[in-house]
């Protein structure tokens, strides 16, 4: 028998209904917003991800499925595609590529779909995994370094997760400087670790030598003394990017949406600049985030592009679902009427009243007319439905038809011209 590969999985129901669920909600929430959805390719030139992303960091480096697409003949070379492992350098490629910069004002984003890394599986974490996500980019002169553009986002992320019902959520920011910045701080970092990088865990000694930041975002209980004695970022900050960072949470402040600043926060991809933010949620153990992103000022030239600051986030849509299943409960709406049809015949009245029920928008779920009541009901039960609708040879002539409710056993009789008000009366 042949399996799902590895770190992969099926989406079934009824859990599909919480996916349906949350992306129907991310589409409503980011509609108000005035963000408009964008779709990039799965496949994309390996040098997109290796110039943006970064070399020297872990997806690049160890988590790509990337292969070398074969030349179409002997003497052409190959080009070498991946599987994206993010969606933001697409986007940014996208925004290049159609010289989106030549629309009026802000471009807003948002993507859903799925990305690919090749990284252990585990709960919650998969090599084909879904991520909602959306970007603001455009020039300066539109606004798009604004501090105001990333408390907006921020606000309307906290706004998402209370449409969904995720309660207790953190949020947590940093600011991770401009390209100068970073410089010094990773000059700081490098003179610190390496007095102690020998007693810190494979991975941490092997960024302190290519990306001495990714240090901080280590997990290893054991290297958490040794982080909290290393320099911090916003010692290295300059007077622009002080007052950026300051002047996010004046407005976040202003619209009541609650933060911890964490000076250790960093994101693992190399574009970041100033703004970095993270929203967590006990749910989910240690590995806690919900989402994450910030700001890339740099990212649009870094590609080839004109200057275009922007700001972006990406949900694991994986881990969001996770997190609903195990605070919210079920969301999937339940079959609102089981129609039984009985005896020869009856499955053409059944079906005419589930098409008249439908259209007022009432889940019906048919059974067949070889059914005896009995398997009628528990198949109705079995289905999960509020109630059963009796559609007999006597109901169809004497124009009275029975409704039972498959909860109380409470059943009343209903002319026919009068289902659809009765079905819709009862809160449907």
């Known amino acids: 028998m042949i399996k799902s590969v590895r770190g992969t999985r099926d989406l079934l129901p009824p859990e599909t209904e919480t996916w349906n669920f949350v992306e129907a909600a991310v589409r409503d929430v980011f509609r108000i917003y005035n963000f ?64 989106l910069w030549e629309r009026p004002g802000l471009q807003r984003f948002y993507y859903i779909g ?64 401009c390209a100068a910045d970073r410089q010094r701080f990773n000059e700081a970092l490098r003179t610190a670790l390496k007095e102690v990088v020998h007693k810190m865990c494979a991975d941490c000694q092997r960024r302190a030598v290519t990306n001495p930041q990714r240090v901080l975002d280590c997990k290893v209980p054991e290297d958490q003394p040794i982080i909290e ?66 700001r890339y000022d740099g990212l649009s030239e870094s590609l080839g592009g004109p200057p275009a600051p922007g700001i972006g986030f990406a949900i694991g849509e994986d881990r969001l679902v996770m997190t609903l299943q195990e605070t919210a409960g079920a969301v999937a709406r339940p079959v609102d009427v089981y129609i039984a049809p ?26 067949d007319e070889s059914f005896r009541l009995k398997k009628s009901l528990e198949t109705a039960s079995k289905t999960g439905a509020r109630y059963a609708l009796i559609v007999g040879e006597n109901e169809v002539n004497s124009g009275q038809f029975a409704l039972k409710n498959l909860g109380t056993g409470e059943q009343v009789t209903i002319l026919r011209e009068e289902i659809p008000v009765k079905v819709l009366s009862l809160g449907m």
């Open 229 to 294: 004695s290393l320099p911090r970022m916003n010692d290295f900050l300059d007077e622009p990017c002080r007052t950026h960072f300051a002047e996010v949470q004046k407005i976040l402040t202003a619209v009541e949406v609650p933060f911890v600043i964490n000076h250790r926060l960093v994101r693992g991809l190399d574009y970041y600049t100033r703004t970095a933010f993270e929203f967590t949620h006990g749910a989910l153990g240690a590995q806690n985030a919900v989402l994450g992103g910030g």
């Open 114 to 177: 799925p990305q690919f890394r090749r990284e252990r599986p585990q709960k919650g974490r998969y090599r084909q995994f879904y991520q909602v996500g959306a970007e603001i980019i455009g020039p300066t002169s539109a606004g798009s370094e604004s501090p105001a553009v990333d408390a907006e986002v921020l606000e309307m992320l906290a706004a998402l997760l209370d449409r969904l019902g995720i309660q207790n959520w953190t949020l947590i920011l940093n600011s991770v400087g």
């Open 36 to 99: 408009h959805e964008i779709r990039t390719p799965i496949l994309e030139d390996l040098q997109l991800f290796q110039r943006s992303v970064g070399e020297e960091t872990d997806i690049v480096s160890k988590e790509m499925f990337a292969w070398e697409d074969r030349a179409r003949a002997q003497s052409e070379k190959g080009q070498w595609l991946a599987l994206r492992p993010e969606n933001t350098a697409g986007v940014v490629r996208a925004y290049i590529e159609h010289k």
């Open 342 to 367: 009985l005896g020869a015949g009856m499955n053409a009245e059944a079906a005419r009243l589930a098409r008249e029920l439908r259209r007022h928008d009432v889940a019906v779920s048919l059974g």
